[in-house]
């Protein structure tokens, strides 16, 4: 049997059969590379948990955090291979809150393991749709670990369910075994929402309660991909992480940063479209969406994928999904009578498609690669006539072995298409629906459109309105910020509890009050963003003369900080703090605006080192495009230039700091994009982002 062992732990991970057996599937999935990847980071993530339940001052708890839909559960799979390799017998997996995630589940575990009546060389899968447990006892464990065999429980994350799991392993006394459990979405159900009653506990974080102690503390994973609500435990909570791990996303992964921080896969839609859908109208916003996604499905075709997904969330109510299936089904019934009567409606319908087939909304590549012949209007007519439009909610769930033949599919849902769903081929997203008050970890999983989507990137659009855009955008962001922070707790420079979340630019709160502890405070040293810009021509040309007048008499030296290929990153030169100080003072509006203030920065300044980090090259042109709502910026800073990290050659603005005892202004030149695309030259001006000791309000735990 193989031996892995890593420098600085004092576990020693076994590779055997079951590691053998899942990594050869990876091989096949997800090719040699991908495979490796999953494999080095899985027995990384299990000797770190071995070593920590090891360690009498800790628990057993370790928080999995990955993104939204970067296939997370491949690493699961490898994680339980590796913990049956090295011989814990019992792992019990959280499977989601109804039937259909539980059987999802299990079927992927199933087929990872090559689990069936008629093998017995796997593990047993037993799962809580079975009537009772009876079987499992003392003697039928006994002789699942003589074979070698390890029992998988996959539960509904319901108190019945779990109960039942727990009725079972208490009728375990004799057998000693090491066991697991994977909480997969660990954020939500789990977490106890009666923290402030010592005596009482809810009902399912009461029954994970009395699991944990039926297996003995076991190695308990959390996974989720929005954490805020685990960080922010109370310290009474038996659910509390006591470490982070990461589970990167591969290098096709397109999330937060590839749709929020860049607008080329965002179109927005007219707030009065909105209305007058509840007027029971095809509104131009939406009949845009679907041509949209009918041409784009129909150029999928020749990128050898015969099959796509549309969803549609604007209303929560069902309703709502209601006029909705009726106005989109409508539509697209319409458009297969005619093609099927050789209607001259339907050659009206190709023209209107034809001339929005333009770079308005399309990249000019797929325009030139796949251009308007025949050929794309037969395709066109096969996915009409193949696509069929699902409703998707409490009511009216998914009806699996009847949709499975469908090609084409559009969902309109609710709650219902927020977590858990995966859309392989989703190409395009009508979202309009965003509470007025919410959270920020809800709201960052309705991504649906985040996955693994490189291949046909250019071909993903979302249709939103300007609000949500720019929500998301500062939820990109601060998931940027996060990450990076839970790099620092996994490589053991930050505490748990020194996490903050940022709450500058969003009216979201990070999560659920009623399962957290957390309060807003004044933090120091990060970055501080402009918020706000001008579009005062005046002002703007006085600050633009007054920042080339400062730097006017400055030498600016090169830095490659923060790339991994060496290029410049950032052009720079130190100044006084007073000097900026006096600049500032000379300054309209931009420093009068949160997150800054003249007053602040007058205190701040003085008696320090500023080292002012020009992040535009001489080269026109030397700007960037930027939406903005209300006056407020969609994102100022970039992030990484991709999620592989051995594909990386800029770790993002973030990370370019050329003096980290200095304080160091990072200074833009933007241009406002306006929604229909174009660009306003004449109100190009510079903005700021600073690092420095200042006033910064975040979220943080609260003891």
Known sequence: MEIYKMEGLNSVIKYGIFKEKVFQKHLDDYGEKSAKDILNNSTKILKRAIDQSNDIRKTSNVLLVGKIQSGKTSNLEMISALSFDNRYNVLVIYGGYDNHLLRQSAKRFKDTFDINDKNEETPYLITTEIENFDFF??????DAIKLNRPVIFVSLKRPQALEKVNEALKRIRKTKYKSIIIDDEGDQASLNTKKDKV??????????????????????????????????????????????????????????????????????????????IENEELTPSLKNAINYYL?????????????????????????GHLLLYGIINTYIENLIDCIDNGDQDFNIFLKQLM???????????????????????????????????IQHNSQNGLAED????????????????????????????????????????????RARWFGYRESYIKLCKVFTTKTIKMEFSNLATIENDLWNQFNLVEEGELDINQIVVDAEQTSLNPTRKNVTEY?????????????????????????????????????????????????????FACIEGESFIDFVKKTDYIFEQSPFSKKDISRLFTGEKVCIQLMYGEQSPNYRKRSFLDGKISALQQGADTTNVEK???????????????????????????DDGTIELKKLQYMYSIHFSSRHIVFAKRN
């Open 402 to 445: 009847e949709i499975k033949y469908y090609k084409h599919k559009i969902y309109i849902g609710g709650d219902l298409l927020q977590r858990g769903i995966t859309f392989k081929h989703l190409v395009t997203t009508f979202f309009t629906r965003w509470a007025v008050k919410g959270n920020m970890d809800t709201s960052l999983q």
């Open 137 to 142: 006892t003392d003697d039928f464990l006994d």
């Open 199 to 276: 005596e009482e506990a809810s009902a399912t974080y009461n029954q994970i309660k009395i699991m944990k102690k039926n297996m003995n503390n076991p190695i308990y994973f959390s996974v989720t991909a929005t954490p805020q609500a685990n960080i922010f435990q109370p310290d009474l909570s038996v659910l509390k992480p006591d470490s982070i791990m990461l589970i990167p996303p591969a290098s096709s992964y397109t999330g937060a940063d590839t749709f929020h921080l860049i607008d080329d896969n965002i179109y927005l839609v007219a707030s009065e479209d909105i209305r007058n």
């Open 355 to 389: 001339d929005t087939y333009t770079e308005k909304l399309f990249d000019s590549s797929i325009i030139t690669n796949y251009p308007w012949n025949d050929h794309l209007v037969n395709n066109i007519k096969k996915v009409i006539k193949r696509t069929r439009v």
């Open 648 to 674: 990386q050659h800029y770790l993002g603005d973030s990370s370019v700091i050329v003096d980290k005892d200095a304080i160091c202004v990072q200074v833009f030149r933007v241009v406002p994009k306006n």
């Open 519 to 571: 309060k807003k405070v004044s933090f120091a040293k990060k970055w501080s963003n402009q918020v706000y810009a001008s579009f005062d021509e005046n002002i703007i040309n006085k600050n633009n003369s007054l920042f080339e007048e400062l730097i006017s008499i400055l030498s600016f030296r090169n830095s490659s900080i923060g790339r991994i290929d060496g290029n410049v990153s950032t052009r």
């Open 295 to 319: 041409i784009s499905s129909a150029i999928m075709y020749d990128m050898n994928m015969m099959d796509s997904d549309m969803i549609v969330h604007a209303y929560r109510e069902v309703n």
